[in-house]
T-cell receptor, first 111, second 112 residues
C-alpha cells in the first residue's frame, strides 16, 4: 500500500542544537499534517500544509512542503527540553480517502 | 470541553476473553478511527468510520471489530484477544473535509 517514509527514526541532540525530521512519499500528496506526541501522551496536531512549496512557522518550528508535494520537513531551531517527544507526519491520500502516518521520529534532548 | 474519551485507560486481560474499548467524541465529527501504536511501527490504522453505520478496514483489521451506531461512539471490539494484540490503542476523530485529527488519551492493553 501507499506509504509515507519518515527519517530518522531516532535523534539525540544537545539542548540548543537544531533538529530536523523528514517525510517522503513516492506519490503526490494532497496535504500533510504534523503531530507531536509527548512521552506517555497522545498525538497532538501541530500544523497542516496544503500548497506546493508552502512554509509555515510556529515560534522555533518551521514546516515545509516540497515543490512536488512529495516530501515535507519539520525543523526545530535551538531545541529545548520541552521539545522531547515523537514527531509524526501524516498525509491524506485522496484516492483512498485515508490518512497515512509516518513511523515517527523520536527526539531525545541531552542536557 | 471538546474532547475524545477512551475507556478503559489500562487493561490487562487473558487470551480469548472478549473485550470492548469504548471511544466517544463530543465534537460532532463524522470521521472516527482506531489506531494501534507499537515500538518502531508508528501508528497503524485498524478501522475507520466515515459516518453512522459506515465503517471500513484500515491497515491492520485482523482480530478486531467495530461498530458505529451513533455518531459520537466508536467502540473497538476484540472478540478473542491474543498476545500479539498487546499494544497502545488510540481513538481519533475529525470533521468531514478536514484532516486535523483529535486523539483520545490512549488505552494500554496487555493480553497474557
Amino acid at each position: 500500500g501507499q506509504q509515507v517514509m519518515q527519517i530518522p527514526q531516532y535523534q539525540h541532540v544537545q539542548e540548543g542544537e537544531d533538529f530536523t525530521t523528514y517525510c517522503n512519499s513516492s506519490t503526490t500528496l494532497s496535504n500533510i499534517q504534523w503531530y507531536k506526541q509527548r512521552p506517555g501522551g497522545h498525538p497532538v496536531f501541530l500544523i497542516q500544509l496544503v500548497k506546493s512549496g508552502e512554509v509555515k512557522k510556529q515560534k522555533r518550528l518551521t514546516f515545509q512542503f516540497g515543490e512536488a508535494k512529495k516530501n515535507s520537513s519539520l525543523h526545530i531551531t535551538a531545541t529545548q527540553t520541552t521539545d522531547v517527544g515523537t514527531y509524526f507526519c501524516a498525509a491524506y491520500m485522496n484516492r483512498d480517502d485515508k490518512i497515512i502516518f509516518g513511523k515517527g521520529t523520536r527526539l531525545h534532548i541531552l542536557p | 470541553e471538546a474532547q475524545v474519551t477512551q475507556n478503559p485507560r489500562y487493561l490487562i486481560t487473558v487470551t480469548g476473553k472478549k473485550l470492548t474499548v469504548t471511544c466517544s467524541q463530543n465534537m460532532n465529527h463524522e470521521y472516527m478511527s482506531w489506531y494501534r501504536q507499537d515500538p518502531g511501527l508508528g501508528l497503524r490504522q485498524i478501522y475507520y468510520s466515515m459516518n453512522v453505520e459506515v465503517t471500513d478496514k484500515g491497515d491492520v483489521p485482523e482480530g478486531y471489530k467495530v461498530s458505529r451506531k451513533e455518531k459520537r461512539n466508536f467502540p473497538l471490539i476484540l472478540e478473542s484477544p491474543s498476545p500479539n494484540q498487546t499494544s497502545l490503542y488510540f481513538c481519533a476523530s475529525r470533521p468531514a473535509g478536514y484532516y486535523e485529527q483529535y486523539f483520545g488519551p490512549g488505552t494500554r492493553l496487555t493480553v497474557t
